[in-house]
């Protein structure tokens, strides 16, 4: 699905989904004592639906569900309880259920260390540039840490996995990432911190899917021609390029804190669309314009570069860096 659909859609599923709490509770004559369990119920469905069209792609694919659906079936269960469909409190469902829980927890760890067979991957990588005029890098990460910086010289791409990684090569200067799971889940049976090398010697559009993940993206020194980024439950900074010309930023966001920091001598024009967060632009770099935030010298900038950001929960930072 293109990220000109996907945006609309997310909106568009955020506010179907306020408006059936509101139905809801209308036509059943709750009060919102007893009608807060929607809200926990919608932020599964909607995590549900973002999931599902970042694609799935066998056990990893699978395991980014299994937060949303934990979201709704807790919502449920809070739901039957204020309605009194059980003979429970939400405060006796978590006194009775918490031991199930870590009884759940615990044998999600030992499925985790059992199943997984043969050896850990190698954790260094190191993939040479040939003679590529141009790169497409894709990264797919679940759970961790991600830091990402300038590759080696003569690399497409390098760098750490810790926890493991799965490439992917589809073609020349182009090529996926994608954490491997075939010995755990990231972050409940071990953690996964990636330092990810990428090219900074020919232009290269860059795709990142991000789940709960904290990452951390110095493309300064990187020949970025477009940035496509997804995130879930995240916190993801990225410093944009002091010098590449122009570069296209598309952000989509759900539970997420998203900073961009835009060089100085880099201009910038800026778009946001957030259901229920916040956006904030340095506006003494970044004046508003008619359609968002724009440098003044943005048409005739060498190096400048368009954002565009839509998202439901979470907050928007634009800041301009030395």
């Given at each position: 699905m293109t990220a000109a659909r996907r945006g609309p859609i997310v909106a568009g599923t955020w506010l179907i989904g306020l408006g059936l709490v509101f139905i809801v509770r209308q036509a059943m004559e709750l009060d919102w004592s007893e009608a807060w369990p929607l809200f926990v119920i919608l932020v599964g469905v909607a995590s549900f639906v973002t999931t599902a069209m970042n694609g799935v792609r066998g056990v990893s694919g699978v395991w980014s569900f299994t937060w949303p659906a934990v979201w709704i079936v807790v919502g449920i269960a809070l739901f039957a309880s204020t309605t009194g469909r059980l003979a429970q409190t939400p405060l006796d469902l978590v006194a009775e259920w918490w031991p199930v829980l870590l009884v759940a927890v615990g044998a999600w760890f030992v499925i985790g260390a059992i199943l997984p067979f043969g050896a850990r991957p190698n954790e260094e990588l190191a993939v040479p540039l040939g003679g590529a005029s141009s790169a497409d890098v894709r990264i797919r990460f679940g759970a961790g840490e991600l830091v990402a910086?300038?590759?080696?010289?003569?690399?497409?791409?390098?760098?750490?996995f810790h926890g493991g990684v799965v490439r992917r090569d589809l073609g020349p200067g182009r090529i996926e990432l994608r954490q491997d799971t075939s010995f755990g889940m990231p972050l409940l049976d071990h953690s996964s911190d990636w330092m990810v090398g990428l090219t900074g010697e020919v232009p290269l559009d860059l795709r990142l899917d991000v789940g709960a993940a904290r990452s951390l993206l110095d493309l300064?020194?990187?020949?970025?021609?477009?940035?496509?980024?997804?995130?879930?439950?995240?916190?993801?900074?990225?410093?944009?390029?002091?010098?590449?010309?122009?570069?296209?930023?598309?952000?989509?966001?759900?539970?997420?804190?998203?900073?961009?920091?835009?060089?100085?001598?880099?201009?910038?024009?800026?778009?946001?669309?957030?259901?229920?967060?916040?956006?904030?632009?340095?506006?003494?770099?970044?004046?508003?314009?008619?359609?968002?935030?724009?440098?003044?010298?943005?048409?005739?900038?060498?190096?400048?570069?368009?954002?565009?950001?839509?998202?439901?929960?979470?907050?928007?930072?634009?800041?301009?860096?030395?």
């Amino acid at each position: 699905m293109t990220a000109a659909r996907r945006g609309p859609i997310v909106a568009g599923t955020w506010l179907i989904g306020l408006g059936l709490v509101f139905i809801v509770r209308q036509a059943m004559e709750l009060d919102w004592s007893e009608a807060w369990p929607l809200f926990v119920i919608l932020v599964g469905v909607a995590s549900f639906v973002t999931t599902a069209m970042n694609g799935v792609r066998g056990v990893s694919g699978v395991w980014s569900f299994t937060w949303p659906a934990v979201w709704i079936v807790v919502g449920i269960a809070l739901f039957a309880s204020t309605t009194g469909r059980l003979a429970q409190t939400p405060l006796d469902l978590v006194a009775e259920w918490w031991p199930v829980l870590l009884v759940a927890v615990g044998a999600w760890f030992v499925i985790g260390a059992i199943l997984p067979f043969g050896a850990r991957p190698n954790e260094e990588l190191a993939v040479p540039l040939g003679g590529a005029s141009s790169a497409d890098v894709r990264i797919r990460f679940g759970a961790g840490e991600l830091v990402a910086r300038r590759a080696q010289p003569g690399n497409l791409v390098d760098g750490s996995f810790h926890g493991g990684v799965v490439r992917r090569d589809l073609g020349p200067g182009r090529i996926e990432l994608r954490q491997d799971t075939s010995f755990g889940m990231p972050l409940l049976d071990h953690s996964s911190d990636w330092m990810v090398g990428l090219t900074g010697e020919v232009p290269l559009d860059l795709r990142l899917d991000v789940g709960a993940a904290r990452s951390l993206l110095d493309l300064s020194d990187v020949t970025l021609r477009s940035l496509e980024l997804h995130t879930g439950a995240s916190e993801t900074r990225v410093r944009l390029p002091r010098a590449a010309g122009s570069t296209a930023v598309h952000a989509e966001t759900g539970a997420a804190s998203l900073t961009l920091e835009v060089p100085s001598g880099v201009a910038a024009r800026i778009r946001s669309r957030m259901g229920l967060g916040s956006t904030s632009v340095d506006e003494s770099r970044f004046p508003r314009s008619a359609a968002g935030f724009e440098s003044a010298d943005y048409a005739t900038a060498t190096n400048r570069v368009d954002i565009d950001v839509s998202g439901g929960v979470g907050s928007v930072r634009v800041v301009g860096v030395a």
